[in-house]
């Protein structure tokens, strides 16, 4: 009968061998088993896993929804810069309209120069160049030129000035960092005193002003092809030049005849000699200058 003699303690539940295996779970005695370490190890990795895996994720998630950002602004931005890009071809044919509707006469056939540039960008003033031509394409002017500033050197690839000096034009950045960059140049040209004001914006969504944009070695053309310099030449560019040479002819003055005056003598006064007049004769003999009493007499020559 003693087959029952381990019923009293209970089962056991264990892994691997049937000998000094570790127990997962023991009952019967009162007493708990123990994790093995391999399980903490495994529990531990898990759960250091999940966490790379969410912060990946999230990490992933994140630029993504910057780079969505960033693209649906950078859409935005070139909206609103072909919007106002095409608000300024309007405004210029409206105007183009009226002038040729009033047959208004231009007031040159070409205009161009050099162009020192100083604007403003997010706080900060920096300093470009422009090289322009502007020629006239009735009823208006068509502008052409390059570009030089701290984003480069880009072209003028579309723009236009009225008569009255409303101008614009789009300058593109075709090459370097900045490829692709378009900037909308807007104001008013002042021909007399070769100067621009106005405000220039990117495609980019950046903005600000020209701070000042004079002109030199700037020269007009008029019909019929009359060229007009508004600044003078330096001394380079006079030597570089072939002057002819000018011959100077004296003239010989004219010299009216004088007057001729003849010298009419003096006639002297006729003074007769003395032997013109007789010798004085003294008084008869006996008379006496006393007997007289009228007094002495004067004796006087006949002639």
Same mark, same amino acid.
């Given at each position: ?11 056991? &539940? ?10 997962? &779970? ?10 093995? =370490?391999?399980?903490?190890?495994? =529990?531990?990795?898990?759960? =250091? ?8 994720? %999230? ?9 969505? #950002? ?20 309007? %405004?210029? *044919?409206? #105007? ?26 997010? @706080?900060?003033? /920096? ?5 322009? $031509? ?35 034009? +789009? ?15 807007? @104001? ?6 070769? *100067? ?11 903005? @600000? $002003? &020209? ?21 003078? $030449?330096?001394? /380079? ?14 003239? *010989? ?7 001729? +005056?003849? #010298? ?6 006729? +003074? ?20 007289? #009493? ?10």
């Amino acid at each position: 009968r003693g087959g029952g003699g381990g019923g009293g303690g209970g089962g056991s &539940y264990s892994y691997g061998g049937s000998r000094g295996s570790s127990n997962y &779970y023991s009952s019967g005695n009162g007493s708990g088993g123990t994790m093995p =370490i391999w399980g903490w190890v495994s =529990i531990s990795a898990g759960i =250091i896993g999940g966490l790379v895996c969410c912060c990946v994720y %999230k990490k992933q998630r994140s630029t993504s929804s910057s780079g969505n #950002a960033a693209a649906a602004a950078g859409q935005k931005n070139e909206t609103s810069f072909n919007e106002a890009v095409f608000k300024a071809r309007q %405004k210029q *044919t409206e #105007a183009s309209s009226v002038y040729a509707t009033n047959n208004a006469t231009p007031n040159f056939e070409t205009y161009e120069g050099d162009f020192d540039v100083e604007y403003s960008d997010r @706080g900060r003033v /920096h300093s470009g160049f422009v090289k322009l $031509q502007m020629k006239h394409t009735s009823p208006y002017y068509k502008i052409e030129g390059q570009c030089s500033d701290a984003d480069g050197s880009a072209t003028i690839t579309e723009g236009f000035s009225t008569y009255s000096g409303d101008t614009w034009w +789009v300058e593109e950045t075709f090459s370097g960092n900045d490829k692709g960059l378009k900037v909308l140049t807007e @104001g008013n040209f002042d021909f007399t005193s070769n *100067t621009f004001s106005g405000t220039w914006r990117a495609n980019s969504g950046v903005l @600000g $002003q &020209y701070k000042s944009f004079s002109g030199k070695n700037v020269s007009k053309t008029f019909s019929p092809g009359e060229n007009v310099t508004s600044n003078p $030449q330096t001394l /380079h560019d006079m030597l570089q030049e072939d002057i002819p040479t000018a011959v100077a002819s004296v003239e *010989t003055p004219v010299v009216a005849a004088l007057p001729v +005056v003849q #010298a009419v003598p003096e006639i002297e006064p006729f +003074v007769p000699a003395s032997s013109a007049y007789p010798t004085p004769s003294a008084p008869p003999t006996g008379q006496s200058a006393s007997n007289n #009493a009228n007094g002495p007499e004067i004796y006087v020559p006949r002639v």
